[in-house]
């Protein structure tokens, strides 16, 4: 079983959930609630891995808190 790290926001606009895996080209996905983004991101990385091991072009390391006075 592989793992990757998917980065989620939602769009002020429409409330859909769109999430990405960095560095995955063609890793991303929306839906209307977290559950259905989970299954869409999960599909997504199935059929992009028939077609082999992809080369992430990036690394998540993590996330930081910037706070501006």
Request: hydrophobic share 40%.
């Given at each position: 079983?592989?793992?990757?790290?998917?980065?989620?926001?939602?769009?002020?606009?429409?409330?859909?959930?769109?999430?990405?895996?960095?560095?995955?080209?063609?890793?991303?996905?929306?839906?209307?609630?977290?559950?259905?983004?989970?299954?869409?991101?999960?599909e997504?990385?199935?059929?992009?891995?028939?077609?082999?091991?992809?080369?992430?072009?990036?690394?998540?390391?993590?996330?930081?808190t910037?706070a501006?006075?």
């Open positions: 079983m592989k793992t990757f790290t998917a980065i989620i926001e939602r769009c002020s606009d429409t409330g859909f959930y769109i999430g990405f895996i960095p560095g995955f080209p063609g890793a991303h996905s929306q839906a209307e609630s977290l559950d259905e983004l989970q299954r869409n991101l999960q997504v990385v199935s059929m992009l891995l028939e077609d082999g091991e992809p080369k992430l072009e990036v690394e998540f390391v993590g996330l930081q910037v501006v006075a």
